[in-house]
Every structure is written in structure tokens, then in C-alpha cells.
């Protein structure tokens, strides 16, 4: 039993100590500004640089998610939002009134998250209501991807500064 306990507290299976954390965290937030409404930002890119076909596949693949963005958000959207609050507010309460560290780091990946996902639905409505194309639809996307890693890098310096407290208040180096 004292090698297990030896082990656990060489690794320290915490959230915010946990090296798994922070790959995860880089990894959610790379993937996110990498697909701009679930269009891989090399195509607008290329839409922007060459024109033609692959402006046409952009507009393409950019009409099919939009409608699909907005189909999922007509349907069942209500229940999804009520869905997120309830989560949040859970992982909120659990997090920061019981001081349960796994729900604070949920909610550090998830709250920015939600924010990029209303973002996303915002900038489809606005595609579809400007019937946006070409330079226009380029742009938008660029600029959705902006906010969102504005999102990120909000997201990761408030993450960075909980977790080196949490780490300095209850890691080792506590007295």
C-alpha cells in the first residue's frame, strides 16, 4: 500500500498538475481555430488564394454546415441550450461553492466552448441572412476564426493563472 501511495503523490492525478490537462486544453483549442464552422481553415485559405473550383467548394461545404448549424439550432436548439445552462451551472456550483477541482476544470474547458459554439451560431445566421459568398464569406469565416482564438487565449491565461493557484494552494508546496 505505501508503493501505491509513494506513486500518487510523485504523479499527482489533479486536474490542473495533471499534464493531460494541458495537452487536452492546447489540443481543444487548436482544433477549434483550425475548423472555422466545421470547414478546415486551409480551404479558406486556398478559396482566398486561387479562386475558382476551390472558392466553389468552399461555398459548398460552408452552405452544407450552415444549413446544418441552423437545422440542429431550429430543432432542438431550446433544449440544447437548456441542457448547457443546466451543465455549466452544475459544473459552476460543484467547481467553485464544493471545491471539486475536476469540475473546475471542466468548466474552464467548457464555458469557452459554449461561447465559441453561439459565436458559430451566430456567424452561420449572418451567412445565410448576407447569402454570403466569395470575398464576402472568406472574410466572415477569418473573422469568426479571430474571435475565436481571441476566445482561446482569454481562455487559456484564466486557465493558466487558476491552475498555477490551485497548484501553489493545494499542491505540494502548500504548507
Avoid: C, K
Avoid at 3 to 13: A, P, V
Avoid at 93 to 120: D, N
Amino acid at each position: 500500500m505505501d508503493w501505491y501511495q509513494t506513486l500518487f503523490e510523485m504523479i499527482d492525478m489533479r486536474s490542473f498538475s495533471n499534464l493531460w490537462f494541458w495537452i487536452m486544453l492546447a489540443v481543444m483549442w487548436s482544433t477549434a481555430s483550425h475548423w472555422v464552422l466545421g470547414v478546415p481553415f486551409d480551404m479558406v485559405l486556398r478559396a482566398r488564394r486561387y479562386g475558382g473550383e476551390a472558392e466553389a467548394d468552399l461555398e459548398d461545404i460552408v452552405r452544407i454546415n450552415v444549413n446544418r448549424l441552423l437545422y440542429i439550432a431550429q430543432v432542438s436548439g431550446l433544449w440544447l441550450l437548456g441542457l448547457g445552462f443546466f451543465a455549466l451551472t452544475s459544473l459552476l456550483l460543484l467547481g467553485f461553492v464544493y471545491h471539486i477541482e475536476f469540475a473546475q476544470a471542466v468548466l474552464l474547458l467548457g464555458f469557452p466552448m459554449s461561447m465559441v459554439g453561439l459565436l458559430s451560431l451566430s456567424t452561420a445566421r449572418l451567412i445565410r441572412v448576407e447569402g454570403a459568398t466569395g470575398e464576402v464569406l472568406w472574410r466572415r469565416l477569418m473573422r469568426h476564426r479571430l474571435y475565436t482564438q481571441i476566445i482561446g487565449m482569454v481562455s487559456i491565461f484564466v486557465t493558466a493563472v487558476w491552475g498555477m493557484y490551485q497548484n501553489l494552494a493545494v499542491g505540494p508546496l502548500a504548507g
